[in-house]
């Protein structure tokens, strides 16, 4: 079997939620994971609040003992400087976040960033010590012109560029083609787009890499979909939007294993 990989799923708040609601929704989904008997450690949980939230999420995770990881939704490429508006990773460091999100098809869509910026935020992320959760996808454009793959895996190719074999890193692929529209990939679509993203990690960092590294799938996840995403052998898990914003889904979500008998 090799290496078995911790399911990770990964809540994306996007602009949702202030400091206040934040706490709320954090406790609140611990409960109902404790009340649920979910067995930490069978999956890794890990949330994404907008950066004015961050610090209240972690001081609320460390007094209580909470089992979640914590992640910013961006980074700068820079460490420090004049870059007015801009998050460095070492801010996030320091806030004992584990992960960001990198190259998100909303940053590459509305605020025009390319590989090679997502390229240099990954390297960015690594140099602090971040796991980047490097998110490639395809337009239904793409997908009619290039046909399934071919765009994300040109996408991760070039973020990889550089990146040591030992290095840390999660890769998220989401069809924007099925994006917030409720209309999900299959878990056939999903396993042969993710299999070929882990062929990219063995090509540019080896197997080794390629065996530990967790590939997840972004686009309309729900409680009633997870399990057949999470059935294909090279789905890791999944990066969730909306659905993160509902506690008793994401719960469920995070519950796949209990409640389809993967």
């Known amino acids: 079997m090799g290496v078995t990989r911790t399911p990770l799923i990964a809540g994306n708040w996007k602009m949702n939620l202030d400091h206040l609601q934040a706490v ?20 890794e949980v890990a949330v994404f609040p907008p950066y004015t939230d961050l610090r209240t999420v972690q001081t609320l995770l460390d007094a209580d003992k909470i089992d979640f990881a914590l992640g910013g939704q961006d980074l700068s490429a820079h460490d420090s400087g004049a870059y007015t508006g801009e998050i460095s990773g070492q801010f996030l460091a320091k806030l004992d976040a584990r992960y960001v999100i990198i190259g998100h098809s909303e940053r590459r869509q509305f605020h025009h960033e390319t590989d090679e910026v997502i390229a240099a935020k990954t390297q960015a992320a690594l140099r602090h010590g971040l796991v980047p959760v490097i998110c490639v996808g395809e337009t239904s454009e793409d997908l009619e012109k290039f046909g399934a793959s071919a765009v994300p895996v040109g996408q991760l190719d070039v973020a990889l560029e550089g990146v040591s074999a ?85 719960a469920a979500i995070i519950r796949f294993q209990k409640h389809v008998g993967v």
């Not at 390629?210 to 898990?237: H, Q």
């Open 166 to 250: 030992d290095a840390d890193i999660v890769v998220a692929y989401e069809p924007v083609w099925a994006i917030g529209s409720g209309q999900a990939a299959t878990p056939d679509q999903a396993q042969e787009v993710c299999a070929k993203l882990r062929a990219v990690v063995a090509d540019k960092l080896g197997a080794d890499a390629a065996a530990r590294t967790r590939v997840l799938y972004g686009g309309s996840v729900k409680s009633g979909n997870i399990a057949g995403f999470m059935r294909e052998p090279d789905v890791d898990g999944a990066l969730v939007g909306g659905a993160s914003l509902v506690v008793d889904e994401f």
């Open 24 to 43: 709320a929704f954090v406790q609140k989904l611990h409960w109902t994971l404790k009340e649920a008997k979910h067995e930490n450690g069978s999956v």
